[in-house]
T-cell receptor, first 109, second 112 residues
Framework: GQQVMQIPQYQHVQEGEDFTTYCNSSTTLSNIQWYKQRPGGHPVFLIQLVKSGEVKKQKRLTFQFGEAKKNSSLHITATQTTDVGTYFCAGPYRDDMRFGAGTRLTVKP | NAGVTQTPKFQVLKTGQSMTLQCAQDMNHNSMYWYRQDPGMGLRLIYYSASEGTTDKGEVPNGYNVSRLNKREFSLRLESAAPSQTSVYFC???????????FGSGTRLTVV
């Protein structure tokens, strides 16, 4: 089964509002990755977090890795219509990465 | 810079037919993966190859076989297709295990 759980499953926001998705694991993760999949497209790698308490920013996107390395979050400030898509987190499991079910973001202009 | 190339992009099969999905990467990556994506289920790993010459089962391997033909190519075979295998299939590669994945554009397979 899935190694990481994501919430919420869906999020609908007005353009300009903020958005956050959360990823949780019952076990300590050596790293966590985030991906974005546009509607009809394929997942695209965004970032990997490795250190406890790590925070990384990519323009309006802020990624955090929890102190206990069991949870992570992706926060988007002032959403735009280009942010539409499904955001996945992925945690390592043996030799591969196991993906959460994703958070589907829709943005109303 | 083609990245990860999957063929075909679309396929319709009849129950019981067989087919092979092809995947090739040009990034000199060591590890390759096959995932399937179903609505509400996220991405589930079918098989992976951590390095050339090795393959291992993932979460949902039943009904599938794989071949790591060389470092570049990793194929997925359905020996006797079933309607439950209707899905979108993604191939991915990474420089090594636990590194970020590069995905192909996917194969949309329908089994009727």
């Amino acid at each position: 089964g899935q190694q990481v759980m994501q919430i919420p499953q869906y999020q609908h926001v007005q353009e300009g509002e903020d958005f956050t998705t959360y990823c949780n694991s019952s076990t300590t993760l050596s790293n966590i990755q985030w991906y974005k999949q546009r509607p009809g497209g394929h997942p695209v790698f965004l970032i990997q977090l490795v250190k406890s308490g790590e925070v990384k920013k990519q323009k309006r996107l802020t990624f955090q890795f929890g102190e206990a390395k069991k949870n992570s979050s992706l926060h988007i400030t002032a959403t735009q219509t280009t942010d539409v898509g499904t955001y996945f987190c992925a945690g390592p499991y043996r030799d591969d990465m196991r993906f959460g079910a994703g958070t589907r973001l829709t943005v109303k202009p | 810079n083609a990245g990860v190339t999957q063929t075909p992009k679309f396929q319709v099969l009849k129950t019981g037919q067989s087919m092979t999905l092809q995947c090739a990467q040009d990034m000199n990556h060591n590890s390759m993966y096959w995932y399937r994506q179903d609505p509400g289920m996220g991405l589930r790993l079918i098989y992976y190859s951590a390095s050339e010459g090795t393959t291992d089962k993932g979460e949902v391997p039943n009904g599938y076989n794989v071949s790591r033909l060389n470092k570049r190519e990793f194929s997925l075979r359905l020996e006797s297709a079933a309607p439950s295998q209707t899905s979108v299939y993604f191939c991915a590669s990474s420089e090594r295990i636990n590194y970020g994945y590069t995905f192909g554009s996917g194969t949309r397979l329908t089994v009727v």
